[in-house]
């Protein structure tokens, strides 16, 4: 992969980024907190809920996002500055997230969102299911795929493939694809959520070179995605009490994939849109912090007759927070932490670089001494 310039901040992408936001927050306070018990005080509002109850889909959306944008965070960088670029886009704010939620989780968590020490430690490290402790906010299980898909990226960075990436994505979405008609889908990177990543990463592909091999994986990463997230419907329905359209959500994922059509169009890219840096600075702390923190605020404070006036109160307070997150941990403080996060995680990347491509090459020059 080497495209010819960094990419150019796409102001529509920041717009996008901030209602999928939206969307996951009009899920879970309006929909998905009442209806896995940890909201008691509320019931449902019906006409809330036939729209809210579709905002799980903004999760899918933000992971198509992640891999358009690291497409580009990948091109031209060893794998040290690639896992540098990552660890200042997620630690800071997610480590003023877990202590804020944490405080609030310790007076008004209640069976289901208390928390204990080795988990809120653990938590920190951002993949605590592998190192066996739940997430301090159910919302964390996203950034475990997050890293998943970064690893990968690294893995390719590292051993000194990245002419071969563009390539490698192509084979993606029919690996997938491969592994789900034979049933061995729990193999790495083989999971339907990563059809998203992929299909996002080849949009971005589309817009250095157009082929029809890139095109053809785009359809089967678009049938994967349909597939995957309208085959929940009955599932969900039967787990959350509420009927879940097949063809509304199949309808969803495929105004995403045309959304990025029109993004990568020439009209997409030239859009100019006002905050368009904030909204999109914002989303990630309003992801989150925005759960939990709402759940027990609303079963403390919230009945129906005063929802109206709880929920906004909510709202306003996690903008004001999750701005102060962004403009005081992440912009304020941008140079502490590329200079902490390139001394451990750049440099821990770059000497795996190092011994990586030199064992490629030896094993390379192996083969070829064994040709002969």
Not at 143 to 168: I, M
Request: proline share 3%; hydrophobic share 55%.
């Amino acid at each position: 992969m080497q495209p010819d310039a960094p990419m150019k901040r796409l102001e529509l992408l920041d717009y996008a980024r901030f209602g999928a936001g939206l969307a996951v927050v009009a899920y879970h306070y309006f929909f998905n907190g009442i209806s896995n018990g940890k909201v008691t005080s509320i019931s449902h509002v019906p006409e809330l809920v036939a729209f809210a109850k579709y905002g799980f889909l903004g999760v899918e959306f933000f992971f198509m996002i992640s891999g358009f944008v690291i497409f580009y965070s990948a091109r031209d960088k060893t794998a040290g500055e690639f896992l540098t670029s990552r660890a200042v886009r997620l630690f800071p704010a997610f480590w003023v997230a877990v202590p804020f939620t944490v405080f609030f989780a310790l007076f008004w968590g209640g069976d289901k969102m208390s928390v204990t020490l080795p988990e809120v430690l653990v938590n920190l490290t951002m993949v605590p299911k592998p190192l066996g402790q739940p997430f301090v906010d159910g919302v964390y299980w996203t950034l475990q795929y997050e890293w998943s898909f970064y690893f990968a990226v690294f893995l390719v960075l590292a051993a000194g493939l990245q002419s071969k990436l563009n390539r490698l994505l192509l084979l993606w979405p029919f690996y997938i694809l491969v592994m789900r008609l034979i049933g061995i889908d729990k193999l790495p990177y083989a999971s339907a959520y990563y059809c998203y990543f992929a299909a996002g990463a080849l949009f971005a592909l589309r817009m250095e070179e157009k082929s029809r091999a890139s095109l053809a994986a785009l359809i089967v990463s678009l049938a994967l995605c349909v597939s995957f997230s309208a085959g929940k419907a009955a599932g969900l329905t039967i787990n959350k009490g509420v009927e879940f359209s097949a063809i509304v959500i199949g309808a969803i994922v495929v105004c995403q994939f045309l959304f990025f059509v029109f993004l990568s169009s020439g009209a997409g890219l030239k859009l100019k849109l006002p905050g368009s840096k904030l909204a999109g600075g914002l989303t990630y702390p309003i992801y989150l912090i925005h759960a939990h923190f709402g759940y027990m605020l609303l079963s403390r404070f919230a009945n129906d007759d005063n929802r109206a006036m709880v929920y906004s109160l909510i709202l306003a307070a996690v903008f004001v927070v999750a701005y102060a997150i962004h403009v005081l941990v992440e912009r304020r403080l941008a140079g502490f932490w590329t200079a902490l996060f390139a001394r451990s995680f750049g440099a821990l990347g770059d000497t795996f670089q190092n011994r990586a491509s030199g064992l490629v090459k030896f094993a390379v020059g192996t083969a070829m001494g064994r040709a002969r």
